[in-house]
């Protein structure tokens, strides 16, 4: 099954997403600019959200990091090895994904990388493995990280985490295989024109009392970036290749329907961190559309706001304007679809005339989608 989700949510003031300047990061779609929000920073915002970790369990979920070298250490001390082989291994597992195999300087691996609790202890075992067969910290210290490296088995059948399962894993070391991606995401882009705004600020030294041209003025002035957008999110999920990415895993199917309901919610209810304390620009969507397929054609809507929308309201122009341009698809293509389902706010009745079902509330679509995959 694919599952397609399309969602509308509008933003007040926010820098959510910043470039190298730290200004919020944007595009130019249909000849206008547009507010952006890269697909590296929406799928950090929800597999990282509290509601994803409370739902899916922080057991199914893994750790991207160059801090190989620390987990791998502090999992041969529980194992029960010395502490002064463990110190004295440690800098070689650095060297861990890199043809070279070099230690580096700072003691973590060239490359971050996303493991799976299994993958930390099959490196760990490998590594423990070795060290009984030294006689001396000496010993130790001549053992090289590509050899510690080859040790490490099992990685064609190994489980993995349900981030990785989604999310994907290349990786440049026989010792963690490659996963290829359940999950698509493309990056969020406005519904309207954007236009970059820049917010001034002073910080005022509270024991300032202004009593003398030395007391008086600020003690910081700066400044930031900041835009207001509607933006249109888009991706794909195809169940299939989770449940082919989790086939070592314990309980595949139980964990592929938590995540399809834990992954709605977390695209709904979750919002990319950049700059939340100085804008608090938490929002819910004000429409959420998702589309089920055997026929595997993935579609994304996002031509229905080649031109930006403008007026008024451009949340109701958006919703408007993503319900014509689902029709327009199912005229044009009729590409066969399982189930559309569809929900926006009451405030907007609005809806596709190609929907299969439309729901008063959030929660009915979830379980809906959830219902479809079952």
Known sequence: MLYEIHMLKNYPPTNLNRDDTGAPKTCVFGGTTRGRVSSQCLKRSWRTSALFKSEIGEENLGIRTRNLPALVADKLLELGVSAEYVDAVRPKISGFGNKEGKETANGKTGQIMFFAPQDIEAAALAVKEKLEACDSVKEVGKLKAKELEAAISGASIRPITLDIA?????????????????????????????????DYFTAMDD????????????????????????????????????????????????????????????????DPSGKQNSFAGHVLPSAFMVECKTHKVPTSMVNAFVRPVSGADSVEESIRRLAAETDMMARNFALPVEERLWFCVDKYAVKPESATKVFATFPELVEAAAAALQ
Do not use: P, W
């Open 207 to 270: 024991l300032l009392k202004g009593e003398t041209t030395e007391e008086k003025g600020a003690a910081m002035i700066e400044d930031t970036d900041y835009n207001a957008s509607c933006y249109y999110l888009y991706a794909s999920l195809d169940t299939d290749i989770l449940m082919d990415n989790l086939k070592y895993s314990a309980d595949a199917g139980q964990i592929v329907r938590k995540a399809l309901t834990a992954l709605l919610r977390a695209m709904a209810f979750t």
């Open 166 to 198: 989604l999310f994907g894993r290349m990786v440049t070391s026989d010792a963690f295989r490659d996963v290829e991606a359940a999950m698509q995401v493309a990056h969020a882009i406005s519904t309207n024109k954007v236009l970059v705004e820049s």
